[in-house]
């Protein structure tokens, strides 16, 4: 793929339907879980993609069996042993989800990756193993590169977790937890973000026969087993969040098919956020339908629950007729990039006046101007240049490639979408 990326400008309507692969997030879940089971799982329909791959790679150096079967996974746990390296790349979910699992084995295992995530905080999974009886080296950082010495077991028992700075902290630790000798009973230090995150691990769990129950101050999980379980995978909301942001932009109508009827992912609540921003949203027969009116409404929302989504949220807020306020998401600067900081520097780069609060983003709509964007190793802002390029012709984004987090063809897919006539939009 060439290093800069002309993303295509639509003056007329688009009207598409669109498929997606799994959820990156139901993926990683049911990974873990699935190594941790009492015999085989297979996955159906899991994201391909280099976070996912990257955990599959991981289980497998700690010796689970992760096999394709047509585009399924099918993993077969191993007693799990180090020594063992692991590549988190710039994985958050491998970062955390990966170390209570390596906590089980026995031998050492080394994580580390970009980078980036040697800058991505990670200090109240540590302190948390520590406490639950583990041994981490990390030379003080709280951060990777570390090494968790396995034992083979692990004591579990009763443990204050700060989560403040990421979901995945509490998910990993409750994901493991029924394979420690007394489960786990975790108690918050502070708030936690991505709530519908840890919802989702709740489920995961509960799918698998596991005993996880909400306390006062957390959640307790009783040791057991995990269950073996086949399982389809639901398609990724968020990444369809650029897909349906297109039908706004364009006053078109776009469709993402098998849209689940409930769901924990984040992207669920784009039904919402996308109608208070002016679109007709409606289930069909195929999935979600989105049609935009050619205004995109601003928004005042605090999108802590549903961080994810704030890219391409904010880059419709650049496109919209007044100024919004999104809040809730300082929890943003420690993901790929510093988002808040990346989008304020796209956003402004396109003619938006921007504003930074120490936990979101003012942004109002100012004369918009062709730019070239940086992508920030981030695949959600290659997603918010591309939505902002259907408005702003002349768009480019440098070394779109890192789109491969979670979506690898995503441009490919775009391309496509726009390179389509204008229907007749009855
Ligand atoms: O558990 C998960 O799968 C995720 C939780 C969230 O993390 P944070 O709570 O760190 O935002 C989310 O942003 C991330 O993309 C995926
Ligand atoms: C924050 C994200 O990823 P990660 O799982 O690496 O935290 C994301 O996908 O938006």
Sequence with gaps: MSQVWTTPHRATPVDAVVALPGSKSLTARALVLAALADGPSRLVRPLRARDTDLMAAALRALGVSVDEDGGDWVVTPGGLRGPAEVDAGLAGTVLRFLPPVAALADGPVRVDGDPRLRERPNAGLVAALRDLGVQVDDGGRGRAPFTVHGTGRVRGGAVTVDASESSQIVSGLLLAAARFDRGVDLALAGGVPSMPHVEMTVESLRERGVDVVRTEQGW?????????????????????????????????????????????????????????????????????????????????????????????????????????????????????????????????????????????????????????????????????????????????????????????DFVDRWNAMLATPAGALP
Aim: proline share 7%.
């Design 220 to 408: 307790r999980v009783a040791p057991g087993p995990v269950a073996a379980r086949d399982e389809v995978l639901e398609p990724d909301l968020s990444n369809a969040a650029p897909f349906l942001a297109a039908a706004l932009v364009t006053g078109g109508r776009v469709t993402v098919r098998d849209w689940p009827a409930e769901t924990t992912q984040p992207g669920g609540r784009l039904d919402a956020l996308l109608g208070a921003m002016g679109a007709h949203v409606e289930r069909t027969g195929e999935g979600l339908r989105v049609t935009g009116s050619g205004t995109v409404r601003p928004l005042v929302a605090d999108l802590g629950e549903v961080g994810e989504l704030t890219p391409v949220l904010a880059a419709l807020c650049a496109l919209a007729d007044g100024t919004s306020r999104l809040t809730g998401v300082g929890h943003l600067r420690g993901h790929e990039t510093d988002r808040l900081q990346a989008l304020d520097e796209v956003l402004t780069s396109v003619g938006a006046r921007v504003e930074q609060l120490p936990d979101g983003l003012v942004v109002a709509p100012g004369p918009l101007r062709a730019a070239r964007l940086g992508s920030y190793a981030d695949h959600r802002m290659v997603h918010a240049a591309a939505v902002l390029g259907l408005a702003v012709d002349g768009v480019e984004v440098r070394d779109p490639g890192a789109v491969s987090k979670t979506l690898p």
